[in-house]
Nanobody, 115 residues
């Protein structure tokens, strides 16, 4: 059974930092390009960052320079380090391969940026 379990979200003030993690089980993480997606209230889910199995990264323009995606294949874990957070970064964050496996979304982790 493939599972993606996200954690590490929380409430942070504008300008603050947060790192979210995703533990993958039921499949071998290093076979896939992995992505971090987010969904804000009333908006569609969007891809914000991805990382290939060789470590090449891509970022949405809205997070470039502020977010860093990384992976630890030995731990089957993907990370998203976020700095200089803005209120518009408020969303539920999910990890999933890219392209997404739509039948396997986890519960996500809520990130709220507010003073």
């Amino acid at each position: 059974q493939v599972q993606f379990v996200e954690s590490g979200g929380g409430l942070v003030q504008p300008g603050g930092s947060l790192r979210v993690s995703c533990v993958v089980s039921g499949t071998n993480l290093n076979l896939y390009t992995m992505g971090w997606y987010r969904q804000a209230p009333g908006k569609q889910r969007e891809l914000v960052a991805d990382i290939t199995n060789l470590g090449k990264t891509n970022y949405a323009d809205s997070v470039k320079g502020r977010f860093t995606i990384s992976r630890d294949n030995a731990k089957n874990t993907v990370y998203l380090q976020m700095i200089s957070l803005k209120p518009e970064d408020t969303a539920v964050y999910y990890c999933n391969p890219k392209p997404a496996w739509h039948d396997y979304w986890g519960q996500g982790t809520q990130v709220t940026v507010s003073s």
